[in-house]
């Protein structure tokens, strides 16, 4: 009975959201999204949580909080805590609102990009992003240079059984929505091929991974998070450089007093050149830990990490 009405909150939570991403004026759209984290706050409520029964957020995120920032008192990371959850139902509207998002977003920062490389052979770019602020709009940020963008990303609410199907429409309409603002890219599910992605970076396509998803099997791009906590992140996007030798970009996006802003590195452009740097994603957690919005992914790291035992044991 309880799962039964979970299941039909579930159903009803997300298809108001749809109607409200696509009827609201953009201001209370983004006010009931607000008031919808608050709520999701105060109940645990997770999608991911409820589907799978195996990942309790609430929890995970509490203890990745207190890792970032052991120094707080428990009451500002309480207050984080909720701040994810507000975070979260915000970026679920961002996505699904997306279209008419785009015009409010800054200038690209390399206007003239894609004419730069129309004559020529061009390497594709790995744009490194996390699930931080605002990531549906600063992926439709970085294809306002005219480049042809492909997003990497999971499926795994299509494959959760006895999921809200509601929760697959969500994301599949901001998928759908990311495909319309990229210029002609498409979505890649991370469940594919990785040679699709090759074959996309080697003919010039850019490709957005967002890296904090999965722990690292083999070598990694290491992050050193406040805390400090060093992490394995983005095997799957190191080995697709080292084979491309494409570039590679970290991008974060904040919604901040009525505007986004962008925060933006970029590789120095040499082939096999060093591994990326992820420091701008930790800066910008330091300052704000509770706009990780997925920070429940480092309570898979173990304490004191080390790359050298990590291998030993998965030797075993």
Not at 52 to 63: D, F, Q, S
Not at 122 to 135: A, D, I, N, P, Q
Not at 168 to 182: F, G, P, Q, V
Not at 192 to 201: F, H, N
């Amino acid at each position: 009975m309880r799962a039964w009405v979970q299941g039909k909150l579930i159903a009803m939570d997300a298809a108001v959201l749809m109607w409200v991403a696509h009827r609201l004026p953009l201001g209370l759209g983004r006010g009931w999204a607000t008031v919808r984290g608050v709520i999701h706050a105060g109940l645990g409520y997770d999608w991911l949580s409820i589907g799978t029964g195996r990942y309790p957020v609430r929890p995970m995120a509490w203890r990745a909080l207190h890792r970032l920032a052991p120094e707080q008192p428990a009451w500002r990371r309480l207050f984080w805590l909720f701040e994810r959850y507000i975070q979260f139902s915000r970026a679920e509207w961002e996505g699904l609102a997306l279209p008419r998002l785009v015009d409010s977003l800054p200038p690209p920062s390399v206007p003239d990009e894609a004419a730069h490389h129309a004559g020529g052979v061009r390497r594709g770019t790995v744009h490194l992003m996390f699930h931080y602020g605002s990531l549906y709009p600063g992926v439709a940020w970085l294809s306002k240079g005219g480049i042809k963008l492909n997003w990497m990303t999971s499926d795994v609410y299509n494959r959760i059984p006895g999921l809200s199907p509601w929760i697959a429409r969500i994301h599949n309409k901001i998928n759908e929505n990311l495909s319309i603002c990229n210029n002609g890219g498409c979505v890649i599910f991370n469940n594919k091929s990785i040679r699709e992605v090759y074959k996309k970076l080697l003919s010039g396509e850019d490709i957005v991974m967002v890296v904090d998803r999965t722990m690292a099997t083999g070598p990694a791009i290491m992050v050193d998070l406040p805390g400090p906590c060093r992490a394995p992140l983005a095997r799957g996007a190191w080995a697709a450089l080292r084979a491309t030798g494409a570039n590679w970009t970290v991008t974060t996006c904040e919604y901040r007093q009525g505007r986004f802003h962008i925060f933006h590195e970029r590789s120095a452009g040499q082939p096999n050149g060093p591994m990326p740097d992820l420091k701008l994603i930790s800066r910008r957690i330091s300052h704000e830990p509770q706009l990780w919005w997925a920070c429940h992914v480092l309570d898979f790291v173990p304490q004191n990490y080390d790359p050298a035992i990590a291998a030993d044991a998965r030797g075993k």
